[in-house]
C-alpha cells in the first residue's frame, strides 16, 4: 500500500479521512537523538550516520518524509545499553540471584545472612548459556568482574559438575521467548541428578520464556521481565502510547522493508518487535530495519550475526 | 544497625543483616494480611491513589481505621472529573478518619496526627505511598519511627502504567508548574559540623527543570546522581538522563539503582557515604518514590544526611495515565 | 569510536560552584586586568575597608570571583606561584602583600528557608538565626586559624594559646588548656544544636535553649579582637574580610541582621557580598533607624557594568574560552583554542542573505512589500528598476526606499552610483543607510518576508547574546560544540570550525530554555514569563515594520518608581534580579529630546526566540506606564506602542501618505 498525502491521514470506519496528530518534526526528532546520543549512549553515532540510515528509506510505504518520522520516532525509543549500564544489569542479576536463593528455607535453614551467603557461594557454579563465543561468554566476564566472584565459582563446561554442586547457574544477555534457551538446556543439564537446582540468569526475560523453562524445572532470574510494552507494535506498546495513531502505519512500514531484509522474521526473530540494543551486539528480536547489514541497507546500530562456518577470510584482503 | 563514629556522627553498618522483602503483588492480595489495623493513604484524583485499597476489598479484606489525608489543594478542584476521581475512596465503604492537610505544610499535618494516635497505635499499620507527596511521606515515616516508635511498617506503591509527555516529546514532561523554591525537608535538616564539603545525591527523576534548581541553591562540591535503572519501562533510564543533561556535565559520578526497589537504593546511598565520609551529604529524591522510600530509610537511620526537594507553585494534576504494577515493601524503621 | 579522554565537550563544566579551588585557578581570568581604566581592582578586594557588594546576574562570574579571592584558593596560588616549598612565612607574607585574608562563607538557600514556621514565632526564629549565623562565621574563621597554625604560618605558640583560652571564654566554656580543635568542637556542637531544633520542631512543639547565645557581631567580631591582640601574626595591617555569597537568599529579616555588621564593621575587618541585581530585600539594620546606603556604607561594583565594554568584555570570553579548549587533549594538539576562529569573527549578513535566498521557489517573495507604498499595477516596472539579485539586501533597502517615497529610478541610480563608488549625496545616503543604520534590519525583515527565520552566528553574536554573563556565552559554546560533533564533526576536529547553521540551533535551544525557565522563578515566575513574552512579542513587531521605522528596538523605560502596586515593584525587582531584563548603566533619553530615564533590554539571550537583534542601537525606547506594566505582567498583550500600520494598497499615487523619518 502506498500513500501520497495518506501519510497523516487515516481512513475511518465510515470511510471519512481522518488527520493523525502528527508525531514531531524531523528536527525535534534528531535533537532528542543527538542528546540521547551524547548523554546516554556515549557512542559517536553521528547525523551523518542517522542520514545514511535514513536513506533506506525510500517510500516504499509512505510518503518519504512520513517514513523518515516514523524511522526517526522509532530510533527516538530504541534502547540502547552501555556498557556501565550492562555492568550494573550484571549486579543487579547477582543481586537477585542471592536474594532469591537466601529466601529458599530449604537450603539455608537456621543460618544467618553471612553464613548463607558463603554456603550459597561454595553450593553454586557459574556456566554460560549458549556456546562459547556467543553473548553469554561475554557477559560471563563482566558478571564475574563486577560481583568479584572467584574463578572457583566457575566450571568450564556444564558437564563437569562437582558432586557437591547443588546450584547451577547459566548466564545470558536476553531470553525472550525461551525456545532456544529451553532446547539448549535440556541438552546439557539432562545427565544432572534431580537435587540440582538449576537456574537461568539473564538480564531480560518474559513471563512467556519463565512459563516455559519452568516446565523444564529451570527457575528463571532476571533484572527486567519485558512485558507487552516493550514490543514495538502491541496493542500496549510503550512506544505509540501517545501516538497510537501511528502505530499500523509503523509496523506496515516495518514490515515492509522488514520482509525485504529478513524475509523470515521481518519483525525480529518469532516476531519479537523489540527495540533494544546492548553496546555489544543487539539480538535479532529487535526490529531488523535498525541492524540489517548488507547490500542496499546501512544499519544504524550495529548486530554481529552468529556465523556457523567460515567467514572471516573475505575480510582479511589479499595479504595474510 | 547503626553505630556512632570518632567523629560522633552516625554511620551506617554495611554488614548485610537482613534479606530486604519486596513483594510484586499482582493478583496475591490474598495472600497478604487479610486485616490491617491502620492504613494510610493520601487524597489524590490519580487512579492509583485507590487501587490497592480498592483490590484489597475486592479481596475482602479488612480495615479497622483508615487514615486519610485529605489534602486542601487537591479536594477542592473545580474541574468534575477530578473532583468524582479524589472522591471516589467513598465507594469503597470503609472507616475512613480524615486529616485534613495542606500539602505546602507536612509540618502542622504530622503534628496533628497525635489525636489519632490511638488509631495509629492499632497494628498491623501499613501505608500507600502512591499519591504522597514526598516530604509528606517522609515526615510521616519519621514521625511513625521517633513517636510511636513503629519498629516496621507495610509500604504499598503502584506504578503507572505511563507518564505523559506533552506532544510525545521525551524532553517535555512537567510534574509541576510555576515557582519553585528549594527546601530542607521538615526534619531532615543533616548535620553539616565536622564536614569540609558538600555533596549532593540526585536521584533522578524526569523533570530536569528541578534538579538544575536544587544544583544551583545548594552548590555542592560535588554531584553524585543516581539513575532509577531497571526502570519500570526499558526507556525510563534514558529519559531522566536526557532531561539533566546540563546536571549530568557538572556530576562526578553515575550510579545506579532499581527504581522499584528502596533496598537497593538505600544500599547505594550507604556507598556513597562511605565513599565521602566527613562530608556533608545532601539528597535529592526527585526519581521515583521508591527509589524516595529508600532515601527516606537512609535518612532516618543517617540523620547526618540533609533531604531537599523543590516545592512548586502548584503540581500538575495528571502527569501519569493509569496503573501497572503495585508493589509492596516490609519497610524497617530502625 | 572516539573515547571520553579524547574528545570532551570543552564547555561542558562550569559552574563554579562545582569546582575546586586548582580549578578555579586554572580557569581563573581576571575580569578587571581586560579593561584598563576599571573603577575597581583585586587590590580593593583586600585593602578597601568600606563593605562592598558585588551584583551580577546569573552566570557573571560573581560565585567565581569571591571564590578566587578566598583564603582556600590564594593558598593554593600562594603554593604555586613559589617554585620551592611554600613555607608558612611564606604563605604568610604573600596573604600580608594582598592586604588581607577572605573567609569565603556561603549559607544555601535551603538553610536559610529553614529559619521559619512550624508554630515559632519570627522573632525567635531570628533570634536563632543570628546566633546561627554567628557561629557560622566562628567557624569559617577558626576553619582558617587552623589551617595557618598547620602550615606554619602562626608560629607565635604563647599568642596562640592566649587566643585559644579567650575564645573558649567568650564560647562560654572556660578551657585549662584549650586546642584549637577543642574550640572548633565548641563551635560545631553549638552549631548542632539549632540544627538539633529544627529538626525537632517539624515533628513536635520545642524550646531552642543553647549554654549561650550569641547577639550579633559578638562572636565574628569578637574573635577577630582575640586574635589581633593575641597573635602577632594577624597583624593589624591585614584586614579580616568576611565574604558572603548569595546574599540574595537572605530573607529580609536576615538581611537586616547582616546589614547591621555592614553598618557597623570595625577597623580591620569589613564585608564582601555577592548578590544578584535587586537582590537587596531591605537596606534596613536590627536598629529602627538605621540602614545602610551606597556610598555611606558600602560600594556597589555590577559585574555587567564592567564587563560590556565591547572589545574588552569579548577578549575576556576569549581567554576564558581558551583555558577550556587548551584543557582538551584534542584540541590542545592541533592547536585550536580560539573561539573567535572557531565560531567566526563577524556575522556575515550578506552572505547569509544569499544563502537565504538560494533554495526558495520564490525569489522575489519580498518585493510584496512594494504594496505598501506603491500602486500594485506598478510594481513590476519598480522591481525592474530595483532589482539586484546579487545581493538580496540592496534589493531590501531599495525596497525601503520605495515605500518611504524616494522614486524608483533614483532609488536604482543612487544604489549603481554606491555599487561604483561614487561620491554623490545620494550614493552617501545610501551608503549610510546600508551600511550604518539598516543592514541588520533588512535581513531581519528579509527573513520574514520568506517566513524564514535570522541566524545568530558568529563569536561576536554569541558574546552580544550572553548579554556580560559569562555563564550564557559558556552554555552556547557548549551547546553549540555539542551540536558541531553530531552533525559536523569534521569540521569541528579537523578544520576547527562549526558553521553558522549549528551556532544559531544551539542559540535557538539556549534561547527557549532559558525562557521555559523563567516560570520556575520563585515567586514571581508567571508574571516575570509573561513580562518577557510581552516584551519579546513587542519588539518583534518593531523588527517586522516594513518601513523600518524604529529599527532593531529592544529597549524600553519605565518610572519603577511610580509603580504603587508593591507586588508588580518586586516583580519588577525580581526581573532585574534574574537578569530577565538588564538596566543601563547610565539613564538614558527614551527618545531624543526626551528626558533621561532609566532604559532597560531584554536579555538577549532570549533574541533567537523573538527573532529580534542582539545589539543595542539605541535610538526609540518604548515608554512603560505602571498600568502598562501591569498588563505586561498577567496577561498576554504584546503590542508596540508606536503604531506600526501599513499603509492600504492604493492606485491613487496623490493619496499616499508620505513617509516619515
Same mark, same amino acid.
Given at each position: 500500500m502506498e500513500a501520497s498525502n495518506k501519510d497523516l491521514i487515516s481512513t475511518s470506519g465510515g470511510g471519512e479521512q481522518i488527520s493523525l496528530p502528527p508525531l514531531p518534526s524531523e528536527d525535534e526528532l534528531l535533537a532528542q537523538i543527538m542528546i540521547t546520543v551524547d548523554n546516554v549512549w556515549k557512542t559517536d553515532l553521528s547525523k551523518r550516520d542517522i542520514d545514511k540510515w535514513l536513506s533506506n528509506f525510500t517510500g516504499q510505504a509512505f510518503d518519504l518524509k512520513y517514513e523518515r518520522q516514523i524511522a526517526l520516532w522509532l530510533l527516538v525509543n530504541f534502547v540502547y545499553y552501555n556498557e556501565n549500564e550492562v555492568r550494573h544489569l550484571c549486579r543487579v542479576l547477582y543481586h537477585n540471584f542471592i536474594h532469591q536463593m537466601l529466601q529458599c528455607s530449604l537450603l539455608f535453614q537456621g543460618s544467618d545472612i553471612p553464613d548463607s551467603l558463603e554456603q550459597l557461594e561454595n553450593m553454586t557454579r557459574f556456566y554460560h548459556l549458549g556456546r562459547p563465543g556467543e553473548s553469554g561468554t561475554f557477559i560471563l566476564y563482566y558478571f564475574r568482574q563486577e560481583n568479584r566472584l572467584p574463578l572457583t565459582s566457575f566450571i568450564s563446561h556444564p558437564l563437569r559438575l562437582p558432586e557437591r554442586i547443588k546450584v547451577v547457574a547459566f548466564i545470558d544477555d536476553v531470553t525472550l521467548s525461551g525456545s532456544q534457551a529451553s532446547k539448549y538446556l535440556e541438552r546439557e543439564t539432562r545427565h544432572y541428578d534431580n537435587d540440582k537446582i538449576k537456574v537461568l540468569l539473564t538480564f531480560f526475560s518474559t513471563q512467556e520464556s519463565i512459563r516455559l523453562l519452568r516446565e523444564d524445572s529451570i527457575e528463571v532470574i532476571s533484572c527486567t521481565t519485558l512485558d507487552d510494552r516493550s514490543r514495538c507494535f502491541s496493542g500496549n506498546s510503550s512506544v505509540f502510547y501517545h501516538f497510537p495513531e501511528h502505530l499500523k502505519n509503523a509496523e506496515l512500514m516495518a514490515l515492509t522493508y522488514g520482509r525485504k531484509l529478513y524475509p523470515s522474521d521481518p519483525l525480529g526473530y518469532k516476531n519479537g518487535q523489540y527495540f533494544f540494543g546492548f553496546f555489544y551486539n543487539t539480538p535479532d528480536n529487535t526490529l531488523p530495519i535498525f541492524w540489517a547489514d548488507g547490500p542496499g541497507w546501512t544499519p544504524v546500530i550495529r548486530r554481529y550475526q552468529k556465523i556457523f562456518s567460515g567467514g572471516i577470510e573475505n575480510d582479511i584482503g589479499r595479504f595474510l | 544497625m547503626t553505630c556512632l563514629s570518632s567523629e560522633g556522627t552516625r554511620r551506617v553498618n554495611v554488614q548485610p543483616k537482613k534479606l530486604y522483602s519486596q513483594t510484586l503483588i499482582q493478583d496475591r492480595y490474598s495472600a497478604l494480611p487479610r486485616e490491617w489495623g491502620c492504613f494510610l493513604v493520601a487524597g489524590g484524583s490519580d487512579y492509583r491513589a485507590y487501587e490497592v485499597l480498592r483490590k484489597f476489598c475486592e479481596h475482602g479484606s479488612v480495615f479497622?481505621?483508615?487514615?486519610?489525608?485529605?489534602?486542601?489543594?487537591? =479536594?477542592?478542584?473545580?474541574? %468534575? /472529573?477530578?473532583?468524582?476521581?479524589? =472522591?471516589?475512596?467513598? /465507594?469503597?465503604?470503609?472507616?475512613? /478518619?480524615? &486529616?485534613?492537610?495542606?500539602?505546602?505544610?507536612?509540618? +502542622?499535618?504530622?503534628? +496533628?496526627? %497525635?489525636?489519632?494516635?490511638? !488509631?495509629?497505635?492499632?497494628?498491623?499499620?501499613?501505608?500507600?505511598?502512591?499519591?504522597? *507527596?514526598?516530604?509528606?511521606?517522609?515526615?510521616?515515616?519519621?514521625?511513625?519511627?521517633?513517636?510511636?516508635?513503629?519498629?516496621?511498617?507495610?509500604?504499598?506503591? *503502584?506504578?503507572?502504567?505511563?507518564?505523559?509527555?506533552?506532544?510525545?516529546?521525551? $524532553? +517535555?514532561?512537567?510534574?509541576?508548574?510555576?515557582?519553585?523554591?528549594?527546601?530542607?525537608?521538615?526534619?531532615?535538616?543533616?548535620?553539616?559540623?565536622?564536614? *569540609?564539603?558538600?555533596?549532593?545525591?540526585?536521584?533522578?527523576?524526569?523533570?530536569?527543570?528541578?534538579?538544575?534548581? &536544587?544544583?544551583?541553591?545548594?552548590?555542592?562540591?560535588?554531584?553524585?546522581?543516581?539513575?532509577?535503572?531497571?526502570?519500570?519501562?526499558?526507556?525510563?533510564?534514558?529519559? +531522566?538522563?536526557?532531561?539533566? !543533561?546540563?546536571?549530568?556535565?557538572?556530576?562526578? !559520578?553515575?550510579?545506579?539503582?532499581?527504581?522499584?526497589?528502596?533496598? %537497593?537504593?538505600?544500599?547505594?546511598?550507604?556507598? &556513597?557515604?562511605?565513599?565521602? !565520609? =566527613?562530608?556533608?551529604?545532601?539528597?535529592?529524591?526527585?526519581?521515583?518514590?521508591?527509589?524516595?522510600?529508600?532515601?527516606?530509610?537512609?535518612?532516618?537511620?543517617?540523620?547526618?544526611?540533609?533531604?531537599?526537594?523543590?516545592?512548586?507553585? $502548584?503540581?500538575? =494534576?495528571? /502527569?501519569? %495515565?493509569?496503573?501497572?504494577?503495585?508493589?509492596?515493601?516490609?519497610?524497617?524503621?530502625? | 569510536m572516539i573515547s571520553d579522554d579524547f574528545y570532551k565537550n570543552p564547555f561542558s563544566e562550569y559552574n563554579a560552584n562545582v569546582m575546586d579551588s586548582g580549578k578555579i585557578l586554572t580557569y581563573w581570568c581576571s575580569p578587571f586586568t581586560q579593561i584598563p581604566y576599571a573603577a575597581f581592582s583585586e587590590d580593593d578586594v583586600y585593602r578597601d575597608p568600606m563593605p562592598i557588594i558585588f551584583m551580577g546576574g546569573r552566570g557573571t562570574g560573581k560565585t567565581m570571583f569571591l571564590k578566587y579571592c578566598s583564603y582556600a584558593v590564594q593558598r593554593e596560588k600562594a603554593f604555586r606561584e613559589e617554585k620551592t616549598l611554600c613555607t608558612g612565612n611564606l604563605l604568610l607574607s604573600y596573604l600580608q602583600k594582598r592586604g588581607g585574608i577572605c573567609f569565603y562563607i556561603r549559607i544555601d538557600g535551603p538553610a536559610l528557608r529553614s529559619f521559619t514556621g512550624h508554630g515559632v514565632p519570627q522573632e525567635k526564629w531570628d533570634a536563632i538565626f543570628t546566633h546561627f549565623f554567628e557561629l557560622q562565621i566562628a567557624k569559617c574563621y577558626m576553619d582558617v586559624i587552623r589551617d595557618l597554625v598547620q602550615n606554619g604560618a602562626i608560629q607565635d605558640e604563647s599568642g596562640k594559646n592566649d587566643f585559644l583560652r579567650e575564645a573558649a571564654t567568650l564560647l562560654g566554656r572556660a578551657a585549662a588548656t584549650p586546642d584549637i580543635n577543642a574550640i572548633g568542637e565548641i563551635i560545631e556542637g553549638n552549631l548542632e544544636e539549632v540544627t538539633a531544633f529544627r529538626s525537632k520542631i517539624t515533628l513536635m512543639d520545642a524550646s531552642f535553649e543553647p549554654v549561650k547565645v550569641f547577639p550579633s557581631q559578638y562572636l565574628s567580631f569578637g574573635l577577630v579582637d582575640i586574635a589581633r591582640r593575641t597573635i602577632k601574626e594577624v597583624s593589624a595591617n591585614m584586614n579580616i574580610i568576611f565574604m558572603i555569597d548569595e546574599y540574595e537568599n537572605f530573607s529580609e529579616s536576615q538581611q537586616r541582621i547582616v546589614n547591621s555588621c555592614l553598618k557597623f564593621v570595625k577597623p580591620g575587618i569589613t564585608f564582601r557580598l555577592g548578590m544578584r541585581l535587586e537582590g537587596f530585600h531591605t537596606f534596613d539594620t536590627i536598629s529602627d533607624n538605621e540602614f545602610i546606603k551606597e556610598g555611606r556604607d558600602y560600594r556597589r561594583i555590577v559585574f555587567e557594568d564592567i564587563l560590556i565594554k565591547d572589545n574588552d568584555y569579548e577578549q575576556f570570553l576569549i581567554d576564558v574560552a581558551r583555558k577550556r579548549l587548551e584543557s582538551v587533549e584534542m584540541f590542545r594538539n592541533k592547536g585550536i583554542s580560539d573561539i573567535s576562529i572557531i565560531l567566526g569573527k563577524k556575522a556575515d549578513i550578506e552572505k547569509e542573505a544569499i544563502e537565504l535566498m538560494a533554495n526558495r521557489t520564490d525569489r522575489e517573495k519580498h518585493f510584496d512589500l512594494l504594496k505598501y507604498g506603491a500602486a500594485v499595477s506598478s510594481i513590476e516596472e519598480i522591481k525592474d528598476k530595483i532589482r539586484w539579485p546579487q545581493q538580496p539586501l540592496l534589493e531590501m533597502l531599495n525596497i525601503l526606499w520605495v515605500i518611504r517615497g524616494i522614486e524608483p529610478e533614483r532609488v536604482g541610480e543612487s544604489m549603481k552610483e554606491y555599487l561604483e563608488g561614487e561620491k554623490s549625496e545620494d550614493a552617501k545616503k545610501y551608503r549610510m543607510d546600508y551600511v550604518d543604520k539598516y543592514k541588520l534590519s533588512l535581513m531581519f525583515l528579509l527573513a520574514s518576508a520568506h517566513r524564514m527565520n535570522k541566524k545568530y552566528y558568529s563569536f561576536p553574536v554569541f558574546s552580544f547574546l550572553s548579554s556580560g554573563i559569562v555563564g550564557n556565552f559558556i552554555e552556547l559554546c557548549r551547546r553549540a560544540f555539542q551540536y558541531a560533533f553530531f552533525e559536523n564533526r569534521e569540521n569541528l576536529l579537523e578544520q576547527g570550525i562549526i558553521e553558522p547553521e549549528l551556532q544559531n540551533k544551539a542559540a535557538v535551544d539556549l534561547a527557549n530554555t532559558e525562557l521555559q525557565m523563567i516560570p520556575r522563578i520563585p515567586k514571581y515566575g508567571d508574571y516575570l514569563y509573561h513580562f518577557a513574552n510581552n516584551l519579546g512579542n513587542i519588539f518583534r513587531e518593531y523588527h517586522r515594520d516594513v518601513f523600518i521605522r524604529y529599527p532593531e528596538t529592544n529597549q524600553f523605560s519605565i518610572d519603577i518608581a511610580s509603580v504603587s502596586d508593591e507586588k508588580l515593584q518586586k516583580a519588577f525587582n525580581a526581573a532585574i534580579e534574574w537578569s530577565i531584563i538588564q538596566k543601563k548603566a547610565t539613564a538614558q533619553q527614551s527618545t531624543p529630546g526626551s528626558p533621561r530615564k532609566a532604559i532597560y533590554t531584554l536579555n538577549r539571550i532570549f533574541s533567537p526566540a523573538y527573532q529580534i537583534t542582539y545589539r543595542t542601537r539605541g535610538g526609540y525606547s518604548e515608554e512603560f506606564s505602571a498600568s502598562d506594566l501591569s498588563e505586561l505582567m498577567t496577561r498576554d498583550v504584546g503590542k508596540p506602542k508606536k503604531d506600526l500600520g501599513k499603509r492600504m494598497k492604493i492606485e491613487d499615487k496623490d493619496q499616499r501618505d508620505l513617509p516619515f523619518k
Open positions: - | 479497622k481505621n483508615v487514615l486519610f489525608f485529605d489534602f486542601c489543594e487537591r =479536594n477542592k478542584d473545580v474541574d %468534575e /472529573t477530578i473532583y468524582r476521581a479524589y =472522591n471516589s475512596y467513598m /465507594t469503597l465503604n470503609l472507616k475512613v /478518619t480524615k &486529616i485534613p492537610c495542606s500539602i505546602t505544610d507536612a509540618s +502542622s499535618c504530622i503534628k +496533628s496526627l %497525635e489525636k489519632y494516635s490511638k !488509631e495509629i497505635n492499632c497494628s498491623p499499620t501499613a501505608i500507600d505511598i502512591s499519591c504522597f *507527596t514526598k516530604p509528606f511521606f517522609f515526615l510521616i515515616l519519621k514521625y511513625l519511627k521517633e513517636q510511636i516508635r513503629l519498629k516496621c511498617i507495610t509500604v504499598f506503591y *503502584t506504578e503507572p502504567r505511563s507518564y505523559l509527555f506533552s506532544k510525545g516529546l521525551l $524532553r +517535555s514532561y512537567h510534574s509541576s508548574y510555576g515557582a519553585l523554591t528549594v527546601h530542607e525537608m521538615p526534619g531532615f535538616p543533616g548535620i553539616d559540623t565536622r564536614c *569540609t564539603q558538600k555533596i549532593l545525591v540526585v536521584l533522578l527523576g524526569f523533570d530536569g527543570e528541578l534538579s538544575s534548581f &536544587i544544583t544551583e541553591e545548594v552548590a555542592p562540591d560535588e554531584t553524585i546522581i543516581v539513575n532509577g535503572f531497571p526502570g519500570y519501562s526499558p526507556k525510563f533510564k534514558d529519559i +531522566s538522563l536526557i532531561n539533566n !543533561e546540563r546536571l549530568l556535565g557538572t556530576s562526578s !559520578e553515575l550510579l545506579y539503582a532499581r527504581a522499584d526497589n528502596p533496598f %537497593e537504593t538505600f544500599n547505594v546511598l550507604g556507598k &556513597i557515604r562511605r565513599s565521602y !565520609e =566527613n562530608t556533608f551529604m545532601n539528597i535529592a529524591p526527585l526519581g521515583t518514590k521508591p527509589m524516595a522510600l529508600g532515601a527516606c530509610m537512609y535518612a532516618i537511620c543517617d540523620p547526618s544526611v540533609r533531604v531537599v526537594y523543590p516545592l512548586p507553585e $502548584r503540581y500538575a =494534576n495528571v /502527569t501519569t %495515565e493509569q496503573c501497572w504494577h503495585s508493589w509492596v515493601y516490609m519497610v524497617p524503621l530502625v | -
